[in-house]
């Protein structure tokens, strides 16, 4: 069943749901998360990526608070997470990226419904900043769970890490590293070809290393920063890293939900890999379909360094003749 056959016109109004944008792969509604997540059927989707607000004040336009009580945002929280379990296929995958302090809430409850949890993954915050009487804050965290055994775990792998000064390898590879690719893919780069980058977990002789393979430390992804590349004035993620849930977690023609939508990175990951997606933002869709409408003119957002430097590339050809092979 395609996206757009999920939620019926009628559902969507009684929901209070409002169609702003649809592409040969996805549709975004302007809404309430939970709005659009009790319109899906149950176990109907492959994959739910969810970044919520993380309940520091921050202003992400009328209607929206992100100041709550505490035990107000983990209930709220909760009824997110159980729609998004529901609406899973068995096997399907869940990632939440949060605070590790909403993270720890957040595995407790989804251990309690029965999810199978698979990494916490530790993106790294690139600045370091001072917190009177705690540590400043290394990374923000990125849960990954199933429902089950997942049905889809394709292996992606990360360039060998060299010192941007020296030129030296960072890790110690011990004796392994004789068996390591010297070249190595650059995950920040679009990609070529699909096996360059990953491989089906059944397909793959585990007496081969050709790569190192991702681990649960993501020093790589870089925040959107530059005004010329950054659509709102809340954070942004980096497509990198959507890119990398995307293609580990689903194949090509599966469905991705993203019920906070945000600036649209989601979607504008999922139709570079051609999966189906859904969306939901609460707040302002201008920023989404602005990236949506620049990946359809052809404009490719290339993240060339986990320093975060970036550029835009202008293609003549449309979106649908990009070469784009997930």
Wanted: with cysteine; net charge neutral.
């Amino acid at each position: 069943m395609l996206p757009f056959q999920l939620i019926t016109t009628d559902v969507a109004t009684q929901r209070g749901l409002q169609q702003i944008y649809q592409s040969e792969y996805g549709i975004l509604y302007q809404g309430d998360c939970l709005q659009l997540l009790s319109s899906l059927p149950s176990e109907s989707v492959d994959v739910v990526f969810a970044d919520p607000p993380f309940n520091l004040g921050k202003e992400y336009g009328a209607g929206v608070s992100d100041r709550l009580d505490t035990d107000k945002y983990l209930i709220w929280s909760q009824q997110w997470l159980s729609e998004s379990i529901r609406i899973l296929k068995n096997g399907g995958s869940l990632f939440v990226f949060n605070l590790p302090k909403w993270c720890i809430e957040y595995g407790a409850y989804l251990n309690r419904q029965g999810m199978f949890f698979r990494h916490w993954i530790a993106c790294r915050m690139p600045k370091a900043f001072p917190r009177g009487k705690k540590m400043s804050p290394a990374h923000y965290g990125l849960l990954y769970y199933t429902k089950g055994e997942p049905a889809v775990f394709n292996k992606v792998y990360t360039p060998i890490q060299v010192c941007r000064h020296c030129g030296g390898e960072i890790r110690d590879y011990g004796g392994h590293r004789k068996k390591l690719n010297e070249k190595g893919i650059n995950l920040m780069d679009v990609w070529d070809a699909p096996e360059d980058i990953w491989e089906d977990i059944s397909k793959v002789d585990s007496t081969e290393v050709m790569w190192t393979l991702a681990e649960e430390m993501w020093a790589d992804i870089p925040p959107v920063r530059h005004r010329q590349h950054k659509k709102r004035a809340p954070n942004e993620l980096a497509p990198i890293m959507l890119e990398r849930i995307i293609a580990m977690a689903s194949n090509p023609g599966q469905i991705v939900v993203d019920p906070f939508g945000g600036s649209g990175t989601t979607f504008y990951a999922a139709e570079k890999l051609k999966r189906y997606w859904i969306g939901s933002e609460i707040g302002e869709t201008t920023p989404a379909v602005e990236r949506l409408t620049d990946l359809a003119n052809g404009i490719i957002e290339q993240w060339e360094s986990a320093r975060g430097n970036k550029k835009s590339k202008q293609r003549t050809t449309t979106a649908s003749q990009l070469s784009i092979p997930y």
